[in-house]
């Protein structure tokens, strides 16, 4: 297995296995620089490939290697999800609890309050600066909310989770987060429409592998910086 850096580099590509090791290690350093969540997603996706995933040359696969690939789209993206919310909600939990004890500004609390709620200047004081601690638990009802009602991994919920979270759209970059509207319109046509007869072909294995394999350095980097944020 390749040695890989954590957080992968632009360009790069690891296996999932290795970024999984590399996550890993790296969520047990000082200050951490990979969530829990990270490194469970990637063990989880790791162990999907090797149950679901065959790639053959030349790609002449049975209808059940096809159907395993469709299996693989849907679970790695409920996967994908899932790290998206908790860790959205991970990160500006963290932040709330640390001003509790010091009223100290945070960038994920400061972006919070700018997506979560309007904020006005308070009547009264109750129990932080400006009333801070009624705003902040507000606000963080706002993107408990969205993360209730998420259905999805593409760029418009991603940005719904992550923005208010404080990581700025420049972090995600536009060609990631089209690859991410890839993988949702993906998982959307082999979970509401299959392969009837006559419609579109299957979905590849290969090509199923490099949908969720995209995505995933860019994963890691982002989640590298919501580190930061959470224990800023």
Same mark, same amino acid.
């Given at each position: 297995?390749?040695?890989?850096?954590?957080?992968?580099?632009?360009?790069?590509?690891?296996?999932?296995?290795?970024?999984?090791?590399?996550?890993?290690?790296a969520r047990v350093l000082n200050p951490p620089t990979a969530s829990d969540r990270i490194a469970l997603l990637l063990r989880e996706l790791s162990t999907l490939r090797r149950q679901f995933i065959v790639v053959r040359q030349p790609?002449?696969?049975?209808?059940?290697?096809?159907?395993?690939?469709?299996?693989?789209?849907?679970?790695?993206?409920?996967?994908?999800?899932?790290?998206?919310?908790?860790? &959205?909600?991970?990160?500006?939990?963290? %932040?709330? @609890? $640390?001003?509790?004890?010091?009223?100290? /500004?945070?960038?994920?609390?400061?972006?919070?309050?700018?997506?979560?709620?309007?904020?006005?200047?308070?009547?009264?004081?109750?129990?932080?600066?400006?009333?801070?601690?009624?705003?902040?638990?507000?606000?963080?009802?706002?993107?408990?909310?969205?993360?209730?009602?998420?259905?999805g991994v593409k760029a418009k919920d991603v940005l719904r989770l992550l923005l208010p979270v404080g990581v700025k759209e420049t972090d995600m970059g536009n060609v990631w987060l089209q690859h991410m509207d890839d993988l949702g319109?993906?998982?959307?046509?082999? &979970?509401?429409?299959?392969?009837?007869? %006559?419609? @579109? $072909?299957?979905?590849?294995?290969?090509? /199923?592998?490099?949908?969720?394999?995209?995505?995933?350095?860019?994963?890691?980097?982002?989640?590298?910086?919501?580190?930061?944020?959470?224990?800023?």
């Amino acid at each position: 297995m390749p040695n890989v850096s954590w957080p992968p580099p632009l360009g790069q590509q690891p296996p999932v296995s290795a970024l999984a090791t590399a996550a890993n290690t790296a969520r047990v350093l000082n200050p951490p620089t990979a969530s829990d969540r990270i490194a469970l997603l990637l063990r989880e996706l790791s162990t999907l490939r090797r149950q679901f995933i065959v790639v053959r040359q030349p790609p002449v696969y049975t209808d059940a290697e096809f159907a395993r690939a469709r299996a693989f789209v849907v679970l790695s993206h409920g996967a994908i999800e899932d790290y998206l919310e908790g860790i &959205a909600l991970e990160v500006v939990d963290k %932040g709330i @609890q $640390a001003f509790r004890s010091d009223g100290r /500004a945070r960038t994920s609390l400061l972006a919070l309050l700018g997506y979560g709620i309007k904020v006005d200047v308070p009547s009264s004081f109750s129990g932080g600066p400006w009333g801070m601690r009624t705003l902040l638990n507000d606000s963080r009802k706002v993107l408990r909310s969205w993360t209730e009602a998420n259905n999805g991994v593409k760029a418009k919920d991603v940005l719904r989770l992550l923005l208010p979270v404080g990581v700025k759209e420049t972090d995600m970059g536009n060609v990631w987060l089209q690859h991410m509207d890839d993988l949702g319109g993906l998982r959307g046509r082999v &979970a509401h429409h299959g392969n009837p007869p %006559g419609a @579109q $072909a299957p979905v590849d294995p290969q090509d /199923a592998l490099d949908h969720v394999a995209r995505v995933l350095p860019t994963l890691c980097r982002l989640d590298a910086r919501m580190c930061a944020l959470r224990d800023e």
